[in-house]
């Protein structure tokens, strides 16, 4: 894949941490204003833009950190570009996240060794579904990979 071939779907007051919002910004990665509802249009068009380019996504379809560390509800932008532009969309389910990185830290306060796992998924093509199935399904396999005290 390649440091070129992913950008991250990230919200833009990430832009505003140091080291981080630079980084985000030089890596021309697609930034989204929560509270404007152009700038959501907007980064739909860039992201099925980057997409048609051949470049991968990498989205957090929950679109915030869990405080329970729970599993939450899905937005629905990332499935919306995947649809549109009939790509593969592989999940990934972020086991403990929450142990080594609380919702209310900037940055991870211990090592995630041996505390935290990604579990990567078998990519689920969008060309036979619509957006909804393709959200059930990218959740149901998340949730596959997730402890019970992280499931819904």
Request: hydrophobic share 40%; net charge positive.
């Amino acid at each position: 894949i390649g440091w070129r071939n992913y950008k991250f779907v990230a919200k833009k007051e990430l832009e505003k941490v140091p080291i981080l919002g630079k980084a985000i910004m030089c890596a021309k990665n697609v930034c989204v204003d929560r509270s404007d509802r152009r700038s959501q249009i907007q980064t739909l068009k860039a992201g099925m833009n980057w997409l048609k380019e051949g470049v991968h996504l990498t989205t957090f379809p929950e679109g915030t950190r869990s405080r329970s560390g729970k599993l939450m509800k899905f937005q629905g932008g990332a499935f919306k570009m995947a649809h549109k532009m009939k790509a593969p969309v592989v999940p990934l389910s972020i086991v403990a996240s929450g142990k080594i990185m609380p919702s209310h830290w900037m940055f991870p306060f211990r090592p995630g060794r041996n505390v935290c796992k990604v579990v990567v998924h078998d990519p689920i093509e969008s060309e036979d579904k619509t957006e909804e199935e393709l959200a059930q399904a990218v959740r149901e396999a998340i949730i596959s990979g997730l402890p019970e005290d992280q499931r819904p």
